[in-house]
């Protein structure tokens, strides 16, 4: 069962997919459907010996084209909607152990590539409003497969943390002569450099003054771009730089496969373009060595962080770890 | 930079290695949505605008080969080699070559 309820109180949708429960749960890895099917091996996901980068869709999805049939009951309180979407993984390499960290920088510019292909391809379908690109690592943030990978959710609706954004740059432009939010966050925190961690001619990563995270790094673009579609080939190539240095620093820092969310932000595929601006947002679930940021009563009763540490130090510890060239 | 149509192109200007729609022979370089860019080549310096030459070089075509699994889900491979693999990506390719 599949669909989307909508929650009247907090104005969004919560979406049901009962079948989620049964998903693969780290499997040995001798069984792991991300890697590829070898001779008179286990068969998995991917039907070939060797591949690149494997975009396919979901087994479990939470979206689905076309969608199952609604099971509950719609009523003018809470309205019930199809889950129609596409949920996707990506596969960014066939070997199984690694992360972005020990890719390598091309194949990293070709995963670029391919999220700007799967961004727009999506983005053509007539039941999308927006494209999610997302990579879930490591069992503290939840993942059920260590493979290396990403996943993408295409929805078939602006989502509320994209939606807020866009408002909070509409509001912004309207008040500023057009200026651009997202580019002038990026200035101030250029200009004062404290929470600055890499930066190359394209792209900038920093933690934001307001992080919620001890942690969180965002990467913005320096020049206004509003989704991958606008990226050059030389852009392709120092985004791949400054994403490879952000989670190399991340596993220098804490001597391990470090956990994240890593959250790509663009403009929603429909409606006016431009808007939105760019960026890449890790949310690391460490606060410290061996010790873990959960999301407690503040932060889920009243949708206030609480941050136990200041941005400035904990930017200088990263970009201690970060070479600076 | 200046945007030029494809076919439009003047002396001077410079075929990436990467470009598959760029016609052959020419000086074009193309871009998305149908457009090619100018690229100033600066022959003394051996470079293209932005100093990117050696990147360019290294750059690969993007292939995409959509198969659809038992159960009717699809899966799509994408290679990326020197040249374009028009029998491997099913004509499903979308052309995507920037400057």
New interface residues.
């Given amino acids: 069962m599949s669909e989307l309820r909508w929650n009247p109180i907090c104005r969004e949708w919560t979406v049901t997919a009962t079948h989620r429960m049964d998903r693969t749960l780290l499997p040995p890895r001798e069984y792991c459907p991300l890697c590829p099917t070898k001779k008179g091996g286990f068969t998995t ?4 010996e060797n ?7 979901n ?1 479990f999805p939470s979206f689905k084209i076309p969608p199952p049939k609604i099971e509950a009951e719609s009523i003018d309180l809470h309205p019930v909607k199809e889950s129609r979407g596409v949920c996707e993984v990506v596969v960014y390499s066939p070997e199984h152990h690694g992360s972005m960290a020990t890719l390598s920088h ?1 194949q990293i510019v ?1 995963l670029i ?2 999220w ?2 799967r961004y ?2 999506l983005g053509r379908k007539k039941e999308i409003e927006y494209v999610l690109i997302f990579e879930n690592k490591g069992e503290e943030v939840g993942v059920t497969l260590h493979h290396p990978h990403g996943q993408i959710y295409a929805f078939p609706y602006l989502p509320p943390i994209p939606e807020r954004e866009l408002s909070s740059a509409r509001d912004y432009r309207k008040k500023n002569d057009g200026k651009c939010l997202f580019c002038d966050v990026l200035r101030i925190e250029e200009s004062e450099g404290s929470r600055v961690v890499a930066s190359n001619k394209d792209f900038t990563a920093f933690l934001p003054f307001y992080a919620r995270y001890p942690f969180e790094v965002h990467i913005y673009s320096r020049h206004h771009r509003s989704s991958l ?1 606008d ?4 852009e ?2 120092n985004l791949a730089s400054i994403l490879q240095k952000v989670v190399r620093g991340y596993d220098a820092l804490f001597e391990t496969s470090f956990p994240y969310l890593m959250i790509l932000h663009q403009d929603p595929v429909k409606g006016k373009r431009g808007l939105n601006h760019l960026h890449f947002e890790f949310l690391p679930p460490v606060r410290d060595m061996g010790k873990l940021k959960f999301l407690a009563g503040c932060e889920q009763g009243a949708g206030t962080f609480i941050n136990d540490s200041i941005p400035e130090e904990k930017a200088m510890q990263l970009r201690r770890k970060i070479p600076q060239n | 930079m200046k945007v030029a149509e494809i076919g439009k192109v003047k002396q001077g200007q410079i075929q990436l290695e990467h470009c598959s729609r760029g016609v052959r022979g020419t000086n074009i370089a193309c871009r998305s949505g149908g457009y090619c860019y100018d690229i100033m080549f600066d022959r003394k310096k051996q470079k293209m605008d932005g100093g990117q030459s050696e990147m360019h070089e290294k750059h690969r075509v993007m292939n995409k080969e959509k198969i659809i699994k038992d159960d009717g889900r699809y899966l799509i491979f994408y290679s990326f080699t020197p040249e374009r693999n028009d029998e491997k990506n099913g004509g499903e390719e979308k052309h995507r070559c920037r400057s």
């Fill in positions: 996901e991917i039907p070939r591949f690149e980068i494997v975009v396919f869709e087994r091309e070709n590539r391919v700007r292909d727009e391809e579609s990226l050059t080939a030389e392709d190539q």
